[in-house]
């Protein structure tokens, strides 16, 4: 049953039928790819290996052995069915009071428990997805504007624009200042959306940055309250990747910032977060808004019935991350296996000339790959970006689909991964970088110009009757479902 024809259209609404959700993008392409000929390192060692996943997968042994060693914390265990019934019908779009303050907890400890945070500020949504859904529809209606740094985590249009009707209003930010937020830069983005009589109601960020892996600094951070307290708009923070900061200069949160400001309305604050990411749980769903606006938080509420929890999901997490020295090991040891994949990655980089935006969280590198380029154009980029994926069989994310304003950059993702992919990604990086580099300019352009269009072998050629795996459906992927997934 596909939904593809123009008569099918017309029996949908335009929300329904919309490409607002980005995934004509031809970036979509790469998961083509790598759903079509996915790397298995004894079935398929010549596979494509999938770079482009933000997911954290380095710590579920620590998990595993909490969730053996506490089986009461589950309703389906036997030594956890007494709580089913209660808990099974569970249904208030309050939450388990003992969630929310578990939840209130772990975010203090993420943020180095220089924050605290009021458990009935929690509102639940589905991941962080649905949590930026969530505060867009509390605080925007349909043709209003927010303000984006660029280059920015690709799902922000289809989670923050489709269904609410907001626009987005790029901030252009450029590698020759480390892709600062300046006070310029905003003034300028948000002067010209008024000249175009467009209502501007906030300004969203991500700290750490997705794609940059970088992190604010509370200078900064000062900087945009004041920026949007001027002109009495909002700022929305995601900080979905707070506890990934894996060095120094530690994580700034913008809760921590507001503290210290004598002048600030807080109504203007709000906090976007989830497990998918610190704790690496992206399909358990669990996301917050924390708003520090009353009325935010009231109407949010009744608003976050289409997006709650699951109380088993709840009631689990609430033991999990009340235990303070499971929660504290836990936090120490991911932030110690990120840097160190970090540091694999970083020195392979380095070896083979590849310059890498410098940070200190996040499951990413941002490469540096301008030099490989015939012209600094995107259309080159995307020349790169195919033979990445058909040659050195590597689906890297490329800068244009996070809006970066200059052609060149690649985010590579690193913890979704065991120890042996690693290698063998490692190994096709440094056996492309080092062949390319020591060709003429002129040859590698020739032999890129014949990768135009991704190749698919005849007998594997894609088209509607594919199914697609279930991480090409990943609601946390820079590109979600497929269009072309077909009706079982
Ligand atoms: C900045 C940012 N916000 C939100 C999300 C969505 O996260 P979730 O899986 O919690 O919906 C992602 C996922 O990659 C992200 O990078």
């Given at each position: 049953?596909?939904?593809?024809?123009?008569?099918?259209?017309?029996?949908?609404?335009?929300?329904?039928?919309?490409?607002?959700?980005?995934?004509?993008?031809?970036?979509?392409?790469?998961?083509?790819?790598?759903?079509?000929?996915?790397?298995?390192?004894?079935?398929?060692?010549?596979?494509?290996?999938?770079?482009?996943?933000?997911?954290?997968?380095?710590?579920?042994?620590?998990?595993?052995?909490?969730?053996?060693?506490?089986?009461?914390?589950?309703?389906?265990?036997?030594?956890?069915?007494?709580?089913?019934?209660?808990?099974?019908?569970?249904?208030?779009?309050?939450?388990?009071?003992?969630?929310?303050?578990?939840?209130?907890?772990?975010?203090?400890?993420?943020?180095?428990?220089?924050?605290?945070?009021?458990?009935?500020?929690?509102?639940?949504?589905?991941?962080?997805?649905?949590?930026?859904?969530?505060?867009?529809?509390?605080?925007?209606?349909?043709?209003?504007?927010?303000?984006?740094?660029?280059?920015?985590?690709?799902?922000?249009?289809?989670?923050?624009?489709?269904?609410?009707?907001?626009?987005?209003?790029?901030?252009?930010?450029?590698?020759?200042?480390?892709?600062?937020?300046?006070?310029?830069?905003?003034?300028?983005?948000?002067?010209?959306?008024?000249?175009?009589?467009?209502?501007?109601?906030?300004?969203?960020?991500?700290?750490?940055?997705?794609?940059?892996?970088?992190?604010?600094?509370?200078?900064?951070?000062?900087?945009?309250?004041?920026?949007?307290?001027?002109?009495?708009?909002?700022?929305?923070?995601?900080?979905?990747?707070?506890?990934?900061?894996?060095?120094?200069?530690?994580?700034?949160?913008?809760?921590?910032?507001?503290?210290?400001?004598?002048?600030?309305?807080?109504?203007?604050?709000?906090?976007?977060?989830?497990?998918?990411?610190?704790?690496?749980?992206?399909?358990?769903?669990?996301?917050?808004?924390?708003?520090?606006?009353?009325?935010?938080?009231?109407?949010?509420?009744?608003?976050?019935?289409?997006?709650?929890?699951?109380?088993?999901?709840?009631?689990?997490?609430?033991?999990?991350?009340?235990?303070?020295?499971?929660?504290?090991?836990?936090?120490?040891?991911?932030?110690?296996?990120?840097?160190?994949?970090?540091?694999?990655?970083?020195?392979?980089?380095?070896?083979?000339?590849?310059?890498?935006?410098?940070?200190?969280?996040?499951?990413?590198?941002?490469?540096?790959?301008?030099?490989?380029?015939?012209?600094?154009?995107?259309?080159?980029?995307?020349?790169?970006?195919?033979?990445?994926?058909?040659?050195?069989?590597?689906?890297?994310?490329?800068?244009?689909?996070?809006?970066?304003?200059?052609?060149?950059?690649?985010?590579?993702?690193?913890?979704?991964?065991?120890?042996?992919?690693?290698?063998?990604?490692?190994?096709?990086?440094?056996?492309?970088?080092g062949k390319e580099t020591k060709k003429p300019a002129a040859m590698q352009v020739k032999r890129w110009q014949r990768n135009l269009q991704l190749s698919f072998s005849s007998s594997r050629r894609f088209d509607e009757?594919?199914?697609?795996?279930?991480?090409?459906?990943?609601?946390?992927?820079?590109?979600?479902?497929?269009?072309?997934?077909?009706?079982?």
């Amino acid at each position: 049953m596909a939904l593809l024809g123009s008569k099918s259209h017309q029996l949908l609404s335009k929300i329904a039928t919309s490409d607002k959700h980005g995934e004509n993008s031809p970036y979509f392409d790469g998961w083509k790819a790598y759903d079509m000929n996915p790397f298995h390192p004894s079935e398929n060692p010549h596979g494509v290996i999938q770079m482009g996943l933000a997911e954290n997968q380095l710590c579920f042994d620590l998990i595993e052995e909490w969730i053996k060693n506490n089986p009461q914390a589950s309703i389906c265990t036997p030594e956890g069915v007494h709580k089913f019934r209660d808990i099974a019908n569970f249904q208030d779009y309050h939450g388990l009071p003992e969630f929310r303050s578990a939840m209130a907890n772990f975010m203090s400890k993420v943020r180095g428990g220089r924050v605290k945070f009021d458990p009935s500020r929690i509102l639940m949504s589905g991941g962080a997805t649905g949590a930026n859904e969530l505060i867009i529809f509390c605080l925007a209606n349909p043709g209003d504007a927010f303000l984006v740094p660029t280059p920015f985590y690709p799902a922000f249009l289809r989670d923050l624009c489709w269904r609410t009707g907001l626009q987005l209003i790029p901030v252009h930010c450029e590698s020759s200042n480390n892709f600062k937020i300046t006070r310029p830069a905003l003034e300028a983005a948000y002067n010209k959306a008024k000249e175009n009589n467009i209502n501007v109601k906030g300004l969203i960020i991500t700290n750490p940055s997705n794609p940059l892996g970088t992190i604010l600094d509370k200078e900064t951070l000062k900087s945009l309250v004041s920026f949007i307290n001027e002109r009495n708009i909002h700022l929305v923070c995601d900080e979905i990747y707070a506890a990934t900061v894996f060095s120094s200069p530690s994580y700034v949160s913008v809760s921590e910032v507001i503290q210290e400001m004598e002048s600030c309305n807080r109504d203007l604050i709000h906090i976007i977060y989830s497990l998918s990411k610190d704790m690496g749980f992206p399909g358990l769903r669990v996301g917050i808004v924390y708003s520090f606006n009353d009325e935010v938080v009231s109407q949010g509420r009744r608003m976050s019935s289409f997006g709650l929890v699951s109380s088993q999901t709840q009631y689990m997490l609430a033991s999990m991350l009340s235990d303070d020295r499971f929660v504290e090991k836990f936090l120490a040891e991911s932030k110690r296996r990120l840097a160190k994949r970090h540091n694999i990655f970083s020195k392979v980089l380095e070896e083979v000339n590849i310059a890498r935006f410098p940070s200190n969280a996040g499951l990413f590198c941002w490469m540096n790959l301008k030099s490989l380029l015939k012209e600094q154009t995107f259309e080159n980029e995307m020349v790169l970006w195919r033979v990445i994926i058909n040659e050195v069989k590597l689906n890297v994310s490329p800068g244009s689909s996070f809006n970066c304003s200059e052609p060149g950059w690649f985010r590579v993702c690193f913890a979704n991964m065991d120890d042996e992919t690693v290698e063998v990604a490692l190994g096709r990086i440094r056996a492309f970088i080092g062949k390319e580099t020591k060709k003429p300019a002129a040859m590698q352009v020739k032999r890129w110009q014949r990768n135009l269009q991704l190749s698919f072998s005849s007998s594997r050629r894609f088209d509607e009757s594919v199914m697609l795996s279930p991480h090409m459906m990943s609601p946390h992927s820079p590109i979600p479902q497929s269009p072309l997934v077909k009706a079982t």
